[in-house]
């Protein structure tokens, strides 16, 4: 399956403070990655789509001021969370989609964000 | 709207101890039925995909099964290193929607 690498591993911020979170698939060319966000004991949930060289698509409910996601590269997307307040401290996840008909998902490792 | 619901919640079992998790979904126009396994703190492991009813994978003590509403996961002589959450995830139209996932706990 696909490699996919994340960073940093965790990061604790003061609120107000903006964080920003790498999301790198090491081994192909990927120009669509995905944002999730998990919450203790939860599912995880589709944030966005992030498309190489175009807008990312934001699902319901996901403010797009606040989460900032670039996909400069075939390789790397960016999620930038700005303004962040404690109720933002979450376990995020990005992922990569390839696989026999190209849509098995391979995740990063994740990134633990506390907002203190 | 698309649904997984997963059952047990947590499940404990012994060394040895064969179980079954189970997966049920809805989901209009099933493109993939995908099953992850989750260690704490860490980002989902891929372990099988199931594209159509009937159709069954397998790899190591863990084998996936398939019908037209739900999917089976059986864990046949665990193992304590099999001690994870197991999650399923159906995609419909380009998205994945997962269930809450059953943790599982194997004692030696």
């Known amino acids: 399956g696909a490699v996919v690498s994340q960073h940093p591993s965790w990061v604790i911020c003061k609120s107000g403070t903006s964080v920003k979170i790498e999301c790198r698939s090491l081994?192909?060319?990927?120009?669509?990655m995905f944002w999730y966000r998990q919450f203790p004991k939860q599912s995880l949930m589709l944030m966005a789509t992030?498309?190489?060289?175009?807008?990312?698509?934001?699902e319901q409910g996901v403010e797009k001021d606040k989460f900032l996601i670039n996909h400069a590269s075939l390789t790397l997307s960016t999620l930038t969370v700005t303004s962040a307040h404690p109720e933002d401290s979450s376990f995020y996840i990005c992922?990569?989609?390839?696989?026999?008909?190209?849509?098995?998902?391979?995740f990063g490792p994740g990134t633990r964000l506390t907002v203190l | 709207e698309d649904q997984v619901t997963q059952s047990p919640e947590a499940l404990r079992l012994q060394e040895g101890e064969s179980s079954s998790l189970n997966c049920s979904y809805t989901?209009?126009?099933?493109?993939?039925l995908f099953w992850y396994r989750q260690d704490p703190g860490k980002g989902p492991e891929f372990l099988f995909t199931?594209?159509?009813a009937g159709e069954e994978k397998e790899k190591e003590r863990l084998k996936a099964t398939l019908t037209k509403k739900e999917s089976f996961l059986h864990i046949t002589a665990p193992k304590p290193e099999d001690s994870a959450t197991y999650l399923c995830?159906?995609?419909?139209?380009?998205?994945?929607?997962f269930g809450t996932g059953t943790r599982l706990l194997v004692s030696p």
């Open positions: 992030s498309n190489e060289g175009s807008k990312a698509t934001y």
């Open positions: 081994d192909f060319q990927a120009t669509t």
């Open positions: 995830a159906v995609e419909g139209f380009q998205k994945l929607v």
């Open positions: 992922s990569t989609h390839r696989g026999f008909r190209g849509n098995e998902q391979f």
């Open positions: 989901v209009s126009g099933l493109r993939g």
């Open positions: 199931l594209y159509s």
